[in-house]
């Protein structure tokens, strides 16, 4: 039935290319952030989004103008604190993670008028993916994959040693800055499809898959897009189907998947 449906209604279609669109970045920028360890980065990034949206629905503007320079500006925030040793950046963190979304949520509710459907910001839904939603998701792979695939090598270097990157001559400043656009970037793009609370699953959950199954980065990089193209199309499906909210269904159905592999592979669930 779905097929059928894809030719007939343009929401569908722009579910199904979102997904397409949003499988590729996750799958790079999820294995980036699975190897580099930023996984409470990313969840307080992608938290921090709310205060921008709240923002951006005050003053009249697109959410996602809003939603990206949130996210921005968290990450840079953040990324300051890891450079101090002495700060406490998980605690930094969950300050920015709560703050944002209070501040957030106070716009939302100073705004005269009816408020948005904050539901489907925190929790998603592939269905309700625009044009301009699919046209900036698709903006957002197209520099993703120009940035980092124009300078693998270098990339790698600068993911699995920084201070073998240093000495090659490779700005790891620099780096790390066009690390956490990208970051924030893949996040507010997939706001649409997953919600706020839900990104950070689908970015992490395909990578932690693969990497059961392969060791190198570039096999986990691929696997993973595959895996999180089969997570998105299958909970698209059942979700279309059952009539229930599409963001939670994806991940129910990556997590189980995730955890059925996990058992098969390992026979235990935390090794």
């Known amino acids: 039935m779905i097929l059928m449906d894809f030719f007939k209604?343009?929401?569908?279609?722009?579910a199904v290319l979102g997904g397409l669109f949003a499988s590729i970045l996750c799958g790079i920028i999820g294995t980036i952030i699975i190897e580099k360890k930023l996984v409470m980065m990313s969840g307080g990034v992608a938290h921090a989004s709310l205060g921008g949206i709240g923002l951006a629905h005050f003053i009249g503007?697109?959410?996602l103008l809003g939603a990206l320079s949130f996210?921005?500006?968290?990450s840079l925030i953040i990324s300051a604190s890891r450079k101090n040793e002495r700060a406490y950046t998980d605690t930094i963190i969950g300050m920015i993670?709560?703050?944002?979304?209070?501040?957030?949520?106070?716009?939302?509710?100073?705004?005269?008028g009816f408020p948005p459907d904050i539901t489907g910001f925190l929790f998603g839904d592939i269905l309700t993916v625009s044009n301009s939603n699919l046209l900036f998701i698709g903006v957002s792979l197209l520099i993703t994959l120009i940035v980092?695939?124009?300078?693998f090598n270098y990339w790698k270097y600068f993911l699995f040693d920084e201070e073998y990157a240093t000495i090659l001559g490779i700005n790891t400043n620099r780096y790390t800055l066009v690390l956490f656009a990208l970051i924030s970037l893949a996040i507010v793009s997939l706001i649409k499809l997953a919600g706020i609370i839900l990104i950070i699953a689908l970015l992490?959950?395909?990578?932690m898959l693969a990497k059961l199954f392969f060791n190198q980065f570039k096999s986990v990089m691929?696997?993973?897009?595959?895996i999180s193209i089969f997570s998105i199309w299958v909970g698209?499906?059942?979700?279309?189907?059952?009539n229930i909210p599409s963001g939670i269904t994806i991940i129910i159905f990556s997590s189980t998947l995730f955890f059925i592999s996990k058992l098969i592979k390992t026979g235990n669930l935390f090794s």
Request: proline share 6%; no cysteine.
């Open 9 to 14: 209604y343009d929401f569908l279609r722009n």
């Open 61 to 63: 503007i697109d959410y």
């Open 222 to 226: 691929i696997a993973s897009i595959i």
């Open 236 to 242: 698209l499906g059942i979700s279309y189907s059952l």
């Open 97 to 112: 993670w709560s703050l944002s979304m209070a501040i957030g949520l106070l716009f939302i509710y100073l705004t005269p």
């Open 204 to 207: 992490t959950i395909p990578p």
């Open 71 to 74: 996210s921005f500006l968290s």
């Open 148 to 151: 980092i695939f124009s300078q």
